[in-house]
C-alpha cells in the first residue's frame, strides 16, 4: 500500500495571478483544499518538498496530509499543474476525504512471470492497452500497483480485468464490461512464417482498445 505522505502549508489570504507569481518566485506552489462539504482552503506549500513527493512515484494515489499550523487535513491529490516550459509545478489541487473513505484512483499495472509466458517466450509481443487501472478503494488501503501474472498467455490471449485479483478493499471503476487491459501478439517474422494467421486478431485487439477508450471518453 502506498505510504502516507505528509506535506506542510501555510494559508494564503490572496488569491489571483499576481499573488500567486510572487509566491512562485519565493519558491512556493499556491494549492487549494476543497471538498468535504467545508469551503475552501487556499494554501501554499513549498516546492521543493512538493517535488520530492512527486518523485516517489506515486503521489497521485496516496493519502497526504496537509499541515497547517499544527492541524492536520486528511487529502488526496486530485491534480497537479506544471509550467509548459520549466516543467515546474504551479498550483495543486487536494481533496478533502475522511478516514473511511472510498476514493477513485489511477493504479498503475506491472506484468509478472514474463519468462512463464509461452507466447512472449516464443517471440511474441505484450501489448498494453492500459498502463493503469481506475480503481475505487479504501482511502486506508491505495495499492501502489497491480500485479498482473502472464503465466501460461500464448500468442493471441488477451487478458482481461476478470482474470486480475483486487487487492482487498478494491474494485474496478468500470463494472459494465470485462475490459481488456493486454494482448499477446505475434511480432512480424511470426507472422510471416505462419502465414499473418494472427492478423485479424491484432486487429480485433486495436479494435477494442479503440472501442475501451471511446466508451470511457463518453463516460
Do not use: W
Not at 495571478?17 to 509566491?23: I, P, Q, T, Y
Not at 497521485?60 to 509550467?83: E, Q, W, Y
Not at 493504479?107 to 507466447?119: C, I, L
Request: proline share 5%; aromatic share 4%; charged share 30%.
Amino acid at each position: 500500500m502506498s505510504d502516507q505522505l505528509v506535506l506542510s502549508a501555510e494559508t494564503r489570504e490572496r488569491g489571483g495571478k499576481g499573488a500567486s507569481r510572487e509566491l512562485r518566485r519565493e519558491g512556493r506552489v499556491p494549492a487549494v483544499v476543497y471538498g468535504g462539504k467545508e469551503e475552501p482552503l487556499m494554501i501554499h506549500v513549498e516546492e521543493k518538498l512538493l517535488m520530492k513527493q512527486l518523485m516517489t512515484g506515486h503521489f497521485m494515489n496516496s493519502v497526504v496530509m496537509i499541515d497547517v499550523g499544527g492541524k492536520k487535513i486528511r487529502t488526496l491529490p486530485k491534480d497537479v499543474a506544471f509550467h509548459p516550459v520549466k516543467d515546474r509545478p504551479i498550483h495543486a489541487d487536494f481533496l478533502r476525504i475522511a478516514k473511511d473513505a472510498k476514493v477513485q484512483v489511477a493504479v498503475p499495472v506491472v506484468f509478472q512471470n514474463e519468462e512463464a509466458s509461452p507466447g512472449l517466450k516464443r517471440g511474441g509481443v505484450l501489448n498494453i492497452v492500459r498502463h493503469d487501472l481506475e480503481l475505487i478503494c479504501d482511502a486506508d488501503q491505495i495499492p501502489d500497483e497491480i500485479a498482473i501474472d502472464v503465466t501460461g498467455y500464448d500468442v493471441g490471449d488477451s487478458i482481461h480485468i476478470s482474470a486480475v485479483t483486487l487487492p482487498k478493499g478494491s474494485e474496478s471503476a468500470i463494472t459494465d464490461r470485462d475490459f481488456t487491459i493486454a494482448t499477446i501478439v505475434a511480432p512480424s517474422a511470426m507472422k510471416s512464417s505462419e502465414g499473418d494467421t494472427t492478423k485479424d486478431e491484432g486487429e480485433a485487439a486495436d479494435a477494442t482498445e479503440a472501442e475501451e477508450a471511446k466508451g470511457d471518453d463518453e463516460a
